[in-house]
């Protein structure tokens, strides 16, 4: 779709030999123009998605003194 900024299809991330599933099937779009906001409990796997996706570094970049 030409309006897909990011697109995540079935993203898995599991630690522990697979035991603890922090991700487990993750889909979802974001299209041009839409405000997304991630919420839930802590351990749900917010930071996950954005350390997986990549998306942590645009929306928080390393500040350098």
């Given at each position: ?16 030999d ?8 993750v ?39």
């Amino acid at each position: 779709d030409n309006n897909s900024l990011i697109k995540v299809v079935n993203l898995k991330k599991h630690y522990i030999d697979g035991t603890v599933k922090a991700l487990n099937g993750v889909n979802c779009e974001i299209k041009k123009g839409e405000v997304v906001v991630i919420v839930g409990p802590s351990g749900s796997g917010k930071s996950t998605l954005l350390y997986s996706t990549g998306l942590s570094q645009l929306l928080f970049p390393e500040v350098q003194v």
